[in-house]
């Protein structure tokens, strides 16, 4: 199985999205998956220009000049594509959307019916990925990710691949701390890693390990007393 996984946490590999991710990750590879990693903040992707040149003047290619350049033809033969994200503003970060525009050299310009809505089918030779997402978000409850869920499943439908399951972790800013005191929430990133076994090697993650992933940690009130002291001791240590 060929992963492809799009960070696009400005912190990459240090940020509370990797906290699941990385776990994900070596489970993936632990049952055979090959799997590379992009990180958005290391690459130079414009904003799509909306000239359709992609499908009109140069079919498949864009006319710009920039990492989406590579990026493409590796998305395009990809068995599964991971989209892992941080919730801002309740949907995924700028760069993630920006390169989720400058995908449409991966298909044709042409409509046609399926399940009697009007899609674009993949140009030839694009795999029509999985997609799973991974994704954190400082909001206590697990709600706050709902718009971002219905977007990508809008992508899948509209590409053609198959929505695969999110890795959702809400209130994930207490997780690292959680750990550092010895708290028991190794089972979080233990079904992380989990769920990468069972996408490499079923295609698929059962709910109940979902679960687990987004599983509460701490109460909310006591969350909300703990954030809002801790954002208080950062802003007197700036205020001097």
Not at 40 to 62: A, E, Q, S, V, Y
């Given at each position: 199985?060929?992963?492809l996984i799009?960070?696009?946490?400005?912190?990459?590999?240090?940020?509370?999205?990797?906290?699941?991710?990385?776990?994900?990750?070596?489970?993936?590879?632990?049952?055979?998956?090959?799997?590379?990693?992009?990180?958005?903040?290391?690459?130079?992707?414009?904003?799509?220009?909306?000239?359709?040149?992609?499908?009109?003047?140069?079919?498949?290619?864009?006319?710009?000049?920039?990492?989406?350049?590579?990026?493409?033809?590796?998305?395009?033969?990809?068995?599964?594509?991971?989209?892992?994200?941080?919730?801002?503003?309740?949907?995924?970060?700028?760069?993630?959307?920006?390169?989720?525009?400058?995908?449409?050299?991966?298909?044709?310009?042409?409509?046609?019916?399926?399940?009697?809505?009007?899609?674009?089918p993949a140009?030839?030779?694009?795999?029509?990925?999985?997609?799973?997402?991974?994704?954190?978000?400082g909001f206590?409850?697990?709600?706050?990710?709902?718009?971002?869920?219905?977007?990508?499943?809008?992508?899948?439908?509209?590409?053609?691949?198959?929505?695969?399951?999110?890795?959702?972790?809400?209130?994930?800013?207490?997780?690292?701390?959680?750990?550092?005191?010895?708290?028991?929430?190794?089972?979080?990133?233990?079904?992380?890693?989990?769920?990468?076994?069972?996408?490499?090697?079923?295609?698929?993650?059962?709910?109940?390990?979902?679960?687990?992933?987004?599983?509460?940690?701490?109460?909310?009130?006591?969350?909300?007393?703990?954030?809002?002291?801790?954002?208080?001791?950062?802003?007197?240590?700036?205020?001097?």
């Amino acid at each position: 199985m060929k992963v492809l996984i799009v960070n696009s946490s400005p912190h990459m590999d240090k940020g509370n999205t990797a906290m699941i991710l990385n776990p994900f990750v070596d489970g993936m590879k632990t049952a055979g998956a090959e799997v590379e990693i992009v990180y958005t903040r290391k690459l130079k992707i414009n904003p799509c220009l909306g000239c359709f040149n992609c499908w009109l003047k140069t079919p498949g290619k864009c006319v710009q000049r920039d990492d989406m350049e590579s990026l493409l033809p590796r998305i395009g033969v990809s068995d599964v594509v991971v989209l892992a994200t941080p919730v801002y503003v309740d949907g995924m970060t700028g760069p993630m959307k920006n390169l989720m525009d400058r995908l449409i050299p991966l298909i044709e310009p042409f409509l046609e019916l399926r399940d009697d809505h009007c899609r674009h089918p993949a140009r030839k030779g694009v795999l029509m990925s999985k997609i799973v997402l991974v994704a954190s978000c400082g909001f206590w409850e697990v709600d706050n990710f709902a718009p971002l869920v219905v977007h990508v499943k809008a992508i899948c439908r509209n590409t053609g691949s198959r929505f695969a399951g999110a890795l959702l972790r809400p209130h994930s800013a207490a997780l690292q701390a959680m750990l550092d005191m010895g708290a028991p929430v190794t089972d979080v990133l233990d079904a992380a890693k989990d769920a990468g076994r069972q996408m490499a090697t079923k295609g698929r993650i059962s709910f109940r390990t979902l679960e687990v992933v987004g599983r509460e940690l701490l109460p909310l009130d006591r969350y909300v007393e703990i954030a809002n002291r801790s954002f208080k001791e950062e802003l007197a240590k700036i205020k001097g």
